[in-house]
């Protein structure tokens, strides 16, 4: 039988289990003693929970990327499930648990994500376009299909990249065929390059952070770079270029919202509806995921902090 995940567990009950920290930040309490705040996490997803009194040895002991065992309670706190610590140890060798054992993943594995993009690339008809967008999935290949898409909100899990683009593309596909004015290689080639940069602003599949390239220069400036240099190797001139370079530019919408330039042409607006219709999919299929039916969900701090009802007659 396989064993709850810490999202499956209701208010008031009772857990007995092996966590992964992702994260642990020291503060100071009211009284003056250091507490630590940890983010655990399972497979289902990741909970909150405060260590008080905490020493330098229990620092050192629940840093980021340790295993722990953890007996407490699940409390409400602010919207938010909480866990309650009664006993904390870390994972010795004889508990039998790694780190990829509480690692949230892709429902998709990556091999059937990797032929669905080869075969997106392979219907592009521009050959600019397809040289462009193939040579930089090449070369990028083997993060994109292991880096989460954000460090938080959405498709924050591994493979989460590959599986965010792969959506999109489908997604990308049936608003084409309803569409026919649009140019499908335009449409895909941007959704596959949108969020490459990803790989460079991010440190990787586990306990994700931002490198020095993604907090000073970021995704979308790292892949215009990258597009500019891909077809000056390649050898390609022409306007091609800068359209997809704006499709990248512009795909976050606003400029509130990170991206340099607003959509100007047909592709790129619908890239942006895409994008944030995928991902805002996502944060609500994972906060529906650990209510019953009937219930709310914790407040969605990207969702304008909403808290969303799963209807009763759901199943």
């Known amino acids: 039988m396989t064993p709850k995940g810490i999202n499956h567990y209701g208010v008031g009950e009772q857990a007995d289990v092996f966590l992964l ?16 705040t940890l983010i655990l ?22 840093s980021s990327q340790s ?34 054992d509480f690692l949230e993943t892709a429902p998709v594995g990556q091999e059937e994500m990797m032929e669905k993009v080869t075969q997106y690339i392979f219907e592009m008809k521009n050959p600019n376009i397809q040289r462009i967008t193939r040579y930089l999935m090449k070369k990028h290949q083997n993060e994109f299909l292991e880096y989460p898409a954000a460090t938080k909100n959405h498709h924050e899990f591994v493979s989460g990249l590959a599986y965010h683009v792969v959506s999109m593309l489908d997604l990308a ?26 790989v460079t602003e991010l440190s990787g599949p586990i306990g994700t952070t931002y490198t020095v390239e993604g907090n000073l220069i970021g995704h979308i400036s790292i892949m215009v770079n990258e597009i500019a240099k ?33 959509p100007l042409i047909k592709e790129a607006e619908i890239l942006h509806y895409i ?22 969900t914790e407040r969605v701090f990207a969702l304008d902090n909403r808290s969303f009802y799963k209807p009763a007659f759901h199943k």
């Open 21 to 36: 920290v992702k994260t642990s930040t020291k503060g100071i309490a009211s009284n003056g003693k250091p507490f630590l």
């Open 41 to 62: 996490q399972d497979q289902s997803g990741e909970i909150e929970a405060k260590l008080w009194d905490a020493g330098p040895e229990d620092e050192a002991s629940y």
């Open 67 to 100: 295993i722990v065992k953890i007996y407490g309670d699940i409390h409400h706190y602010r919207g938010r499930n909480q866990l309650k610590i009664r006993n904390i140890r870390t994972a010795s060798a004889a508990d039998n648990v790694k780190i990829s």
């Open 173 to 198: 596909k049936s608003i084409a065929d309803l569409y026919p004015s649009l140019d499908k290689d335009l449409l895909y080639a941007g959704v596959i390059l949108h969020d490459l940069g990803k």
């Open 230 to 262: 891909a077809a000056e190797h390649l050898g390609i001139e022409g306007e091609e270029v800068v359209i997809l370079q704006h499709l990248v530019l512009s795909h976050h919408g606003k400029a509130e919202w990170g991206s340099p330039k607003p």
């Open 275 to 296: 994008d944030n219709l995928d991902a805002k999919m996502n944060m609500l299929d994972r906060a529906l995921e650990r209510v019953k039916p009937g219930e709310y």
